[in-house]
Structures are given as C-alpha cells and as structure tokens.
C-alpha cells in the first residue's frame, strides 16, 4: 500500500470516500475466478451495496466528490459483479488530437489532476497495461506514488520483443510486471531480461498467437492470458496506437478520454480507427464529462449493449 496523499486540493471528504472506495476494492478478489457474491459486509463507511445498482454512496457528499464516485464507480462494480476480464483505457490528448508532438514531447499535455486521476485509475485495477512504445519513449513506472493505493501488476505489452530489457517497470522490482511477447520471441525477451538484471518480480510471458498471420496485434489474446493469470480488471493506460488496438478489437468497456486545451499541430495522433463509410457506422457510446481542473474528462461506456 502506497501512503502518498493527493497533492492538490480536494473536497474536504474526498480522503474518507477515497479510502472506503480503496477498502471496497481490498476486500474483493484480485485472485482470478468468479467475482465474490453481493454482500452487505463488504461495504465500506460511506459507500453501500445495492443488488440492483451497485456501489452507492451512503450519506450526502460534496458535488465535487459525488461527481468523482460517478467515474470510479463502474469500476468497483465491475470488480464486484463481472465474471469475465473487464477492461478500462486511458487517454490523454490536446484539442486537436494529439497525445505528443511530432518528436514525442508528451510531458505533459493533460494537467496534474489527470495525472492523480489516472494513479486513481491504476490503484483500482488489477494491472496496467502499455505498449512498447510507450515503455520505449516515457520509461514509465506505472505505480500509485501520487495518491494512496496498492501498485497494480505492470504489463510491458512488446509482442515482437523490440524493447532492449532496460526499461524501469522491467527492473525496479516496485510491482509484479509481466512482459508479453508473442510466443515466437519470448527466448529473445528472456535473454535480455537475464542480461539487464530483471526485478525478481519480472516474469517474461510468451502467448501463441499474440500476433496472428499478418504480424498483427491480436488484443483478445492478450486479455485471455491476463484473466487466466487472475488479473479481471484491466486498465489500457496507452499509448494511443495500443488503446486504439483494443477499441478496435472491441475488447474495451470503458475509455476515459482526457482533453486538455492545448493545441500541438502536427503531432502524434491519439486515438486511430478504421474508416467508417457513415456517421451511422461511428461510435457515439453514452458520455458523462467531468472536469479536472483545466482538462475535461470524457468518460465513454462502452459495454457490450453500446
């Protein structure tokens, strides 16, 4: 358990929420299996279950508050109730689109309340999971040392084995950390593991058909191999072409979309999917908006009915 505290102000009862909310999330399996029943003795101090309507705040709350639980809700009712992987992507990207400029200055394009919404984010999933390219250009850490909760399991997600094992998610020994790699590669990722010093916690995880015929990413796959390994909740922390991929590959339920109100130009794109012939065809999934200071938090549901 991390014991940092949010560095910025808050609502004077987002710390007690924050910690039933944490507590609700310790005393649901992380193990793999089936989701335990809907029980009273679960609830926290200021949150109750309800068997129609999930996790519910008790008593009155600040607006603000209140308007945060809306945002993390769905994502201690899916740890209660979902029998199968449920997933969560994360996104932060300008007015225009971009999650970086073109020479891949990404530090940082959303405000410091998206970032201590996204250590929220990863405090209450089971695992985090990132794209080589991510690893490659940001090294990041991928822990909750920015607000109070357990460091989730770290996924380096390089089906081809392109990184060079140096990384710090790969070393720190912080978190548990799964490198996954299509089968064809995992000799490679473990060779460079050995070389570099992997963390003790570092497991190098090699999947048959991770990339199919065509060299492509084959999402499912992946998240197949991570509920197997007990890991059901599943935050798709980035990069854009990785939480594309599985929006794409239909495997996300949810997408946290973080708008920050710059304008970068000619830069690396964030979301990228396929051509749709009608505006019919698109997506347009039910929405709520949250503010985090200047950025603006589009939080898309994107379930199976959507």
């Not at 003790?200 to 065509?214: C, M, N, W, Y």
């Not at 059901?232 to 990785?242: A, D, S």
Request: some cysteine.
């Amino acid at each position: 358990m991390n014991d940092a505290a949010d560095t910025l102000t808050m609502p004077a009862d987002w710390a007690a929420l924050w910690s039933s909310m944490l507590r609700v999330r310790a005393s649901l399996s992380r193990l793999g299996g089936p989701p335990p029943p809907l029980s009273a003795g679960a609830a926290a101090d200021a949150l109750a279950l309800s068997a129609s309507a999930g996790w519910q705040l008790k008593g009155t709350c600040s607006a603000a508050s209140t308007a945060l639980f809306a945002v993390y809700k769905p994502l201690l009712d899916a740890a209660t109730s979902s029998a199968r992987p449920w997933l969560v992507a994360q996104l932060g990207q300008s007015l225009d689109g971009c999650i970086a400029t073109a020479g891949g200055d990404s530090y940082y394009v959303t405000g410091p309340h998206s970032l201590l919404h996204l250590h929220r984010l990863r405090a209450l999933c089971d695992a985090v999971l990132v794209g080589a390219g991510t690893v490659a250009t940001d090294d990041p850490q991928l822990t909750t040392r920015r607000v109070p909760g357990p460091h989730p399991t770290r996924i380096v997600l390089d089906p081809a084995a392109r990184l060079d094992g140096r990384a710090r998610a790969l070393r720190d020994g912080q978190a548990p950390t799964l490198w996954l790699c299509d089968a064809r590669y995992r000799a490679r990722a473990a060779a460079l593991a050995a070389a570099f010093g992997a963390g003790a916690k570092t497991r190098v995880l090699g999947l048959p058909g991770l990339l199919d015929d065509d060299g492509e990413l084959a999402p499912a796959v992946a998240v197949g191999a991570l509920a197997t390994a007990g890991l059901r909740l599943i935050l798709v922390e980035g990069g854009g072409v990785t939480v594309s991929r599985f929006l794409a590959a239909g495997c996300l339920d949810r997408l946290h979309l973080i708008i920050a109100p710059v304008l970068i130009g000619a830069g690396r794109r964030g979301l990228q999917l396929p051509p749709q012939a009608t505006l019919e065809d698109c997506l347009r999934p039910p929405a709520q908006v949250l503010a985090l200071g200047e950025d603006r938090l589009w939080d898309l549901d994107l379930g199976p009915s959507k």
